[in-house]
């Protein structure tokens, strides 16, 4: 049996240690609570501050810091500038909700980020030859540390990044080297990351939503001396892993962007009222885009070519930051539409024209396209026309463009087309087909061709439209309407004509059948 004695000792030892955790834990709590409070929070606000400015040489200010353990992080009222004490980072709020305790398991999780109200300047102005924030890199790098491995761009650390929110963001960049001069008002901007693995570069975004933004780009003539950086960055993206992107559902609601080329004289601004996307598949390292739908109404887009100058143009190129790709490439839409749409496209350079379509000042309005099953790749391009509908300021009105069309290096084919204007109604099949396309000019007798018009009737009007240089062999008959029936097959070198009748102009009409041999030879 245990003595008294050391019961007694034992007892002791359980209520020193039963003591000490009390205490220990009271602490950390003390601790935990004190770091919440305000006087707390504010002292720790004003060692960060003087720990930056310290580090940075520069001015660093937190309005308010306030720290929700163990999850919460808030920063208010913030200001950072350049060295050139211009602002560099200001204003709004800076909330975001992180798992401090996953810290340890080296591991950054941070469920919620949002940003509100901040202003962000970045420069490249010569003669500096770095940007604005460079500094900031510069600081807190270790000259003497041996480099990582640069294929790993994590630090160690394993990243999950949740929901991101950004409202009322003000964004100006400025870079001499490259000649770019943005400015950019995010209204809001909300997404998800499900994935986000910058090791392995996966990434897994299932939903973008954009809204209210307005902003301005500018180009202008780079610093030539910067130009051979280009050369770096292409090495380096050549040996770089592609990167893999799942992406979702894409909206955009109210952007306004305007562009500005110096060099070209050009001028180009959109008004997107909405555009929406649904992805189904991107392969970036093969580039296969796969879309379920791309929707875009209410927009106007607007390019316009100023009057150059007849000064001979600086033919040196700078050396431009692209690969080519060698590879394959494909891109598909499950469904397209477009609805209550403008294009404009302006040069002054060219005069206008008084009569017909001017190809040089054109005013598309009422702009509405609806197609299916659209595929693009460097041998193949096909697709559904459900429906295109238009009218342009020189008169015409589109009420109806369909059909199934196709191409490829031995084809090209239109079918069960249908062309509606205010004047004419033209219904055909037509298809053509060719050894290659290098066919086409070196033996054009050998393309087999298959047409067919039904009952067509084409308005002489609608022709000076689109060939007003046709107005004189017209004149006398610009009211006319032709009628097309027939069907024309076989090569270009032997035609057979099953059937043929054509009328309206004039008094004259013809009904034909046979054949007509030795095209496209005028002499045979």
Do not use: C
């Amino acid at each position: 049996t245990i003595s008294e004695k050391v019961k007694k000792i034992i007892r002791r030892i359980f209520r020193i240690t039963l003591t000490t955790i009390l205490v220990l834990f009271s602490v950390i709590l003390l601790i935990l609570l004190l770091i919440q409070t305000s006087p707390v929070q504010n002292y720790g606000r004003g060692k960060i501050e003087a720990y930056l400015e310290k580090k940075l040489h520069t001015k660093v200010r937190i309005g308010n810091l306030y720290i929700g353990l163990p999850t919460k992080v808030i920063l208010k009222n913030i200001y950072l500038e350049d060295q050139q004490k211009d602002t560099l980072l200001s204003g709004g709020n800076i909330e975001v909700d992180i798992s401090m305790l996953k810290l340890l398991q080296h591991e950054v999780r941070l469920n919620d980020i949002e940003l509100n109200g901040l202003t962000l300047k970045v420069k490249r102005l010569m003669p500096d030859t770095v940007f604005n924030y460079q500094f900031i890199a510069d600081a807190f790098s270790s000259p003497g540390k041996k480099p990582t491995d640069p294929g790993d761009s994590t630090g160690g650390f394993g990243f999950t990044i949740g929901s991101i929110h950004l409202q009322h963001i003000r964004a100006v960049y400025r870079d001499d080297a490259t000649g770019n001069d943005v400015s950019i008002y995010l209204g809001d901007f909300k997404t998800k990351l499900n994935t986000f693995d910058p090791a392995h570069q996966l990434y897994s975004i299932p939903d973008i939503s954009l809204a209210q933004v307005s902003g301005r780009v500018r180009q202008y003539q780079p610093i030539l001396i910067l130009k051979n950086i280009a050369d770096t960055i292409s090495e380096h993206n050549k040996a770089s892993a592609p990167v893999r992107l799942k992406l979702g559902h894409i909206g955009f609601d109210q952007i306004a962007l305007d562009y500005r080329n110096d060099a070209e004289r050009m001028d180009a601004g959109i008004r997107l009222g909405s555009f929406e996307t649904i992805a189904d598949s991107i392969d970036l390292g093969n580039l296969r885009i796969r879309l379920k739908k791309v929707l875009l109404s209410n927009t106007t887009v607007d390019v316009r070519f100023g009057m150059k100058s007849k000064t001979p143009p600086n033919k040196e190129k700078l050396k431009s930051d692209t690969i080519s790709h060698t590879g394959t490439w494909a891109f598909d839409v499950a469904a397209f539409n477009v609805d209550h749409t403008r294009l404009r496209y302006r040069d002054d350079n060219k005069k206008p024209v008084k009569k017909g379509i001017d190809y040089n000042h054109l005013d598309v309005n009422h702009l509405n396209i609806q197609a299916t099953a659209l595929h693009a790749d460097p041998a193949n391009y096909s697709g559904k026309i459900d429906g295109i509908s238009l009218d342009e300021k020189s008169g015409l009105v589109l009420s109806k463009l369909s059909a199934e069309a196709s191409y490829n290096e031995k084809s090209a084919a239109l079918k069960d087309l249908v062309i509606q204007t205010s004047r004419s109604g033209i219904r055909a099949q037509s298809a053509i087909y060719y050894p290659s396309t290098a066919s086409f000019s070196k033996h054009p007798g050998n393309i087999q061709t298959d047409l067919l018009f039904d009952h067509s009737r084409i308005s002489m009007q609608d022709v000076l439209l689109f060939a007003p240089a046709l107005a004189d062999h017209l004149k006398g008959e610009e009211h006319a309407v032709l009628t097309l029936n027939g069907k024309i097959n076989g090569q270009v070198k032997n035609l057979h004509i099953p059937y043929l009748e054509i009328g309206g102009i004039g008094n004259t009409s013809l009904a034909a059948s046979g054949n007509i041999r030795g095209l496209p030879d005028g002499k045979k």
